[in-house]
């Protein structure tokens, strides 16, 4: 494990304020729709028309198995690797991260990755795709700031930054590449493979269904909407216990949700650090598996801070 000061993760300064497409496309806009809208239809479902229907253990089985799988692919893999570059592995293990992060239905990586490194480039200031900041004033003006930060963002901003510029390491990856190009396969794989593990468990098609939609529909949308809580809540509720130039701040909730994601003012005053969760009581399960990782051989040049840095930073 080294201490290796933070990786930059914005392109040259000649480029940075540069955006590879006018405006998010309308195919992107579709597919954003289709992932709000269709894991909403599958609570509502589970709460109306299913309402009655026994919730089976297997259901709550696959759920978590499925949550797990595909969070620590969006946290580890989406976010600590590949965003941040905060440690390294194989390619057999990036490309299984990037797989169960697609299978999120988040977003293929590079799209994921681009549009964060310009979150960070531009934290809170104007250029920023998803700040809760400086959509108007009053109460009136911080709902539209919520709004924006937690999904509205996606119908505007997402997907905008797909270019060499903040991507280039990753358009230069053979293996990220061909994960990206089969995209609809993973998204298909992730509400696939609960229908037909419920199917031949359960040994019924009623079976499948109900898998499908707990383990499928609620659990995209359960973690769509924790992990877009760290750019709405984690930029607007919480604690600073860092002073760093943006409003990013630590939630305790949103960081059990997200396995570490929400100690987000951690992780903006470290951004090249694997470990987000820096206190004594702050549980970051991202980096247990990461640390866990590095001790079997599996990941190395795990980059964490220093206690003399955070030191300096707390004072």
């Not at 729709?33 to 609570?43: E, T, W």
């Not at 998204?187 to 098609?205: K, Q």
Request: aromatic share 10%; charged share 15%.
């Amino acid at each position: 494990m080294t201490t290796a000061p933070d990786p930059t993760t914005a392109p040259p300064p000649q480029v940075i304020i540069g955006t590879a497409r006018a405006q998010t496309s309308p195919g992107s806009r579709l597919v954003t729709l289709a992932a709000v809208a269709i894991p909403l239809i599958g609570v509502l479902s589970a709460a109306g028309i299913l309402w009655g229907v026994a919730l089976r253990p297997l259901d709550l089985g696959l759920f978590a198995v499925l949550y797990v799988f595909c969070g620590l692919g969006i946290t580890i893999g989406y976010h600590r690797l590949f965003s941040h570059r905060s440690f390294q592995t194989s390619s057999w293990l990036r490309g299984t991260l990037a797989i169960a992060g697609a299978m999120s239905t988040q977003g293929p990586v590079t799209q994921w990755v681009t549009d964060h490194r310009r979150h960070h480039a531009h934290s809170d200031r104007d250029g920023d795709p998803h700040s809760p900041h400086g959509h108007g004033d009053g109460w009136l003006g911080s709902l539209k700031g919520l709004f924006h930060a937690h999904m509205g963002w996606l119908f505007t901003t997402k997907g905008m930054e797909r270019g060499a510029a903040w991507g280039g390491d990753l358009y230069n990856d053979a293996v990220i590449r061909r994960i990206d190009r089969l995209y609809v396969v993973w998204l298909v794989l992730g509400l696939g493979i609960p229908f037909a593990l419920g199917w031949a468990i359960a040994g019924s098609v009623t079976g499948g269904i109900e898998a499908f939609v707990w383990a499928g529909l609620v659990r995209v949308f359960v973690f769509d909407h924790v992990t877009w809580s760290v750019n709405s809540i984690c930029h607007t509720f919480g604690r600073r216990q860092f002073q760093t130039t943006d409003e990013s701040r630590n939630v305790g909730v949103v960081a059990v949700l997200t396995f570490g994601e929400g100690w987000h003012n951690n992780h903006h005053a470290f951004p090249g650090s694997a470990r987000h969760g820096l206190g004594r009581y702050q549980v970051d399960v991202s980096w247990l598996v990461i640390r866990g990782l590095e001790r079997l051989g599996l990941v190395w040049n795990v980059k964490v801070p220093t206690r003399d840095r955070i030191a300096r930073r707390l004072a």
